[in-house]
């Protein structure tokens, strides 16, 4: 069946440093893929979406391009803040419901 | 306005109660969806419903009984909980559903359920 496979964490990071959060999916067709941030202690918000091969979403610094030759859509930001900390779930879209990666916990210190 | 909001946000309950966790979309939207986000921060599906009718029941033990009234609610009632339930729960909507067009999923703040 189709699914997400992100990176595990936690990444620790000092600030300023390069984030890269490795994502690969499995799947049939082409579904739309996003990025999702829970911040601490609160609910899943959209970081990013790119809806076809090649598109990239991008989105408070942070970026994504579909990549459908290598079923990959890597989270990117170049410079990180400490604010960034959070859990990062990749996602896919298939027909009615929305499969996400298990979450990889970014630290990111000051 | 919170465009999904939960209610209760944190809940500690006894084993072998019944307790239920409301939700309510203002976005119009006609798909409304349970998660289950466990202690490894691990999001699942539970269910989801469009226009008030069940579309997505995952494999979730009977005690879990979703309720939509109307396409603005959908409820989760559960009963004799277990310690295994512990877990956030979030409920989220979309318009439209399908992948086309890139169903972006809002998601209430989440209802904290510890069983005792």
């Known amino acids: 069946g189709d699914s997400v496979t992100q990176m595990e964490g936690p990444v620790t990071l000092s600030e300023e440093a390069f984030l890269t959060i490795n994502c690969t999916y499995t799947?049939?067709?082409?579904?739309?893929l996003f990025w999702y941030v829970q911040y601490p202690g609160e609910g899943l918000q959209l970081l990013l979406k790119?809806?076809?091969?090649?598109d990239k979403g991008s989105n408070k610094g942070f970026e994504a391009t579909y990549r459908k030759e290598t079923t990959s859509f890597h989270l990117e930001k170049g410079s990180v803040q400490v604010s960034d900390s959070a859990v990062y779930f990749c996602?896919?879209?298939?027909?009615?419901?929305?499969?996400f990666g298990k979450g990889t916990r970014l630290h990111i210190l000051p | 306005d919170t465009a999904v909001s939960q209610t209760p946000k944190y809940l500690v309950t006894q084993m072998g109660n019944d307790k239920s966790i409301k939700c309510e979309q203002n976005?119009?939207?006609?798909?409304m969806y349970w998660y289950k986000q466990d202690s490894k921060k691990f999001l699942k599906i539970m269910f989801s419903?469009?226009?008030?009718?069940?579309?997505i029941n995952e494999t979730v033990p009977n005690r879990f009984s979703p309720k939509s009234p109307d396409k603005a609610h959908l409820n989760l009632h559960i009963n004799s909980l277990e310690l295994g339930d512990s877990a956030v729960y979030f409920c989220?909507?979309?318009?439209?559903?399908?992948?086309?067009?890139?169903?972006?999923?809002?998601f209430g703040e989440g209802s904290w359920l510890t069983v005792v």
């Open positions: 976005l119009g939207h006609d798909t």
């Open positions: 419903y469009n226009n008030k009718e069940l579309i």
């Open positions: 799947a049939t067709g082409y579904p739309s």
């Open positions: 989220a909507s979309s318009h439209p559903i399908g992948g086309a067009s890139g169903n972006t999923i809002y």
């Open positions: 996602a896919l879209d298939r027909d009615d419901k929305i499969i």
């Open positions: 790119a809806t076809k091969a090649d």
